[in-house]
């Protein structure tokens, strides 16, 4: 069994999420916002992944430098632990 809660909102947010719910064919709010939900988090990953681009570019470093650091922290952590 599901465990539902309630939560509020305006009813201009509830007749958008009405709309995009028979706009796109959910059959339940429930799966509209977790479909918004993971959509969201997929934009926050993309925005925090341009951002680091854009750091590395400004500071002239490769995704081929910043595999030689974590790889040689790996080892140096795995040589610490293991041997």
Do not use: C, P
Request: charged residues 40%.
């Amino acid at each position: 069994m599901i465990n539902m809660k309630t939560i509020g909102v305006s009813q201009k947010i509830h007749r958008e999420l009405m709309s995009l719910k028979f706009e796109y064919g959910y059959r339940k709010t429930d799966a509209l916002l977790e479909e918004m939900i993971k959509e969201f988090k997929k934009e926050r990953l993309h925005q925090a992944s341009k951002l680091f681009r854009n750091h590395m570019k400004k500071k002239r470093i490769t995704l081929r430098h910043v595999d030689e650091k974590v790889r040689k922290h790996r080892e140096d952590i795995y040589h610490e632990w293991f041997n």
